[in-house]
């Protein structure tokens, strides 16, 4: 917890109480100005699965189906679909009315091109990837999935939100390589983003999509009619939390995305600002292991490191004490969910006494070799838990290089697979939308699909099995039964580090009305008096 002290005297420091920097030129009356929670960097939400890059691509882009806030699948692009063949033949016609932001009429073909990218990055596109035989565009109107084997959950599929939703965009876009960045962003969603006023590290820009048209039904998280209700959207990126806050607080900003916990009673007591969950769900954080490189490939250096993370300090350390705000430890499943369960669970830290992990290190044959930890410093909750991590490590003997950057860094340097010599890395944090961790459907941290896995590539076979074995079943109780095993096998292996789940409030400016409650932050439906 000392740690945390440092952070908030650091946090309320009197410089970071200066004044936003108020631009040159008079704002127009309708614009909604915004603290994102990190900088955006990636502008590709395929390339990456950047929490902040997922929330940029709701504002551009638009995805065939949305999900209301209780996470059912409604048709969003799609104007309906017919399910033939026991499952295994769905066609999907297009609504009327579709445009991208360049004049283009949106056309089934770009959609195909679209899901075809997405297929070969996003964990439940890769499920879908591998039991389709054909994906066509009859006419521009109309997409024909053809599947080797049933997926009845193909609207929730195509209705994901995290962490890489499967966004429409023109088919010469979209034919850019999967594992390289798109040179450009053109969407069809109902803002339009402006290129011209791009700064990373300062501000992204979007402007109300005159050409969009919603659909009729009431806006519900992802579903419904998407209407605009404000002329412009600005991104402000304010790595300080409290400058956030104080801006917030004096009417500068309208809303911030992830408040500092510690400044939560601050921002409380001000009548002008409204502070509540908007995310039921929270998030899941892990420490995630890169299984190609470094100290961190030896699956008993991981295993070490895995028994003596304290996943409750963790929490303390980002949410401070308030434990309303997390839960720890947490299994592979979020507590409560029809998958939790207790297998695996003697293997997380905070029991084994410090020389039983150095013995640990020792049977596994680790040496002293350097393990780099990609430490972000601007985005408060993961410098904290990168804080506990290093500390941590090197309590039980590991050679920590903590490397400090910000976050648009680490998203950038966790894709690289080089050895640690040349530049790769060994541990980053991260959290992932905890709606991922309700079954085994999605899991992205815990899949072990080698080079198709998400950042450190893990391969193992028999998690891979049964993963597809619990997509295959409709038993309840078999498909327990196997989350049960995949979960004992994944703690085992150790990917990663779950570092518990947390609940990440909100902030606005009263004058803001209409947001609606979801995993992501959307800007329709907001209105500013």
């Known amino acids: 917890m000392k740690r945390r002290s440092l952070l908030t005297m650091a946090a309320l420091s009197p410089a ?28 590709d939400p395929i390339w990456t699965t950047a929490t902040v890059t997922r929330n940029f691509a709701f504002l551009v882009f638009d995805t065939l189906y949305g999900v209301d806030a209780g996470l059912n699948p409604h048709p969003q692009m799609a104007e309906g679909h017919v399910s033939e063949d026991d499952g295994k033949r769905w066609t999907i016609k297009l609504r009327d009315g579709l445009t991208f932001h360049d004049g283009e009429k949106v056309l089934a073909r770009d959609c195909v091109a679209s899901l075809q990218r997405w297929m070969k990055r996003d964990s439940v596109g890769q499920i879908l990837g591998a039991r389709l035989d054909a994906l066509d565009a009859p006419d521009d109107r109309t997409l024909v999935f053809r599947l080797n084997k049933p997926f009845s959950i193909l609207p929730f599929a195509l209705a994901r939100t995290q962490p890489s939703p499967p966004v429409i965009m023109p088919a010469a876009i979209a034919a850019t390589d999967p594992y390289k960045q798109i040179p450009q962003v053109i969407g069809s969603g109902p803002f339009k983003f402006e290129p011209s006023e791009y700064v990373s590290g300062s501000r992204a820009v979007f402007t109300k999509a005159d050409g969009y048209v919603p659909r009729p039904e009431p806006a519900d998280f992802t579903a419904g009619g998407k209407r605009v209700l404000v002329d412009r959207v600005e991104w402000r ?15 500068e900003v309208e809303w911030v995305e992830s408040p500092l916990p510690d400044l939560l009673p601050m921002l409380r007591a001000n009548k002008n600002v409204v502070v509540d969950r908007l995310d039921l769900y929270g998030l899941y954080p892990v420490a995630r292991f890169n299984a190609l490189q470094g100290p961190t490939a030896n699956i008993g250096v991981r295993q070490a490191i895995l028994a003596a993370v304290d996943p ?26 029809e998958s939790a369960n207790t297998a695996g669970m003697d293997r997380l830290g905070g029991k084994k006494p410090v020389d039983e992990i150095k013995a640990m290190l020792k049977t596994a044959g680790y040496n002293g070799e350097k393990l780099v930890l990609l430490h972000p410093t601007d985005q408060p909750f993961y410098n904290a838990m990168a804080q506990v991590l290093a500390a941590t490590m090197k309590r039980i003997g590991i050679t920590v290089d903590d490397q400090s950057m910000d976050w648009g860094t680490v998203v950038q340097r966790r894709a ?23 079954n085994p459907l999605a899991i992205p941290a815990a899949r072990g699909n080698g080079a198709k896995a998400w950042f450190g590539w893990p391969d193992n076979p028999k998690i891979e099995a049964l993963h597809t074995a619990w997509i295959d079943s409709s038993d309840p109780a078999e498909q327990r039964r196997l989350a049960t095993e995949l979960q004992q096998e994944v703690l085992s292996f150790a990917p990663f580090v779950p570092l518990g789940q947390y609940f990440p409030p909100t902030a606005w400016y009263k004058s803001l009305s209409g947001l609606l409650k979801g995993p992501v932050p959307v800007f329709w439906n907001v209105g500013k008096a």
């Open 416 to 438: 690289s697979r080089e050895p640690i010599d040349k530049g790769g890395w060994s541990m980053f944090p991260a959290s992932f939308p905890a709606v991922d961790y309700l």
């Open 237 to 251: 990126i304010v790595p300080d939390a409290s400058t956030a806050a104080n801006a917030l607080q004096q009417g």
């Open 312 to 337: 409750v300090e963790v929490m303390q350390a980002v949410m401070g004490d308030d434990s309303s705000g997390y839960h720890a430890p947490v299994g592979l499943f979020l507590p409560g969910s």
């Open 16 to 43: 970071a109480f200066a004044p936003l920097a108020r631009p040159a030129v008079a704002q127009p009356s309708k614009t909604l100005v915004f603290v994102p929670q990190a900088n955006l960097t990636s502008l």
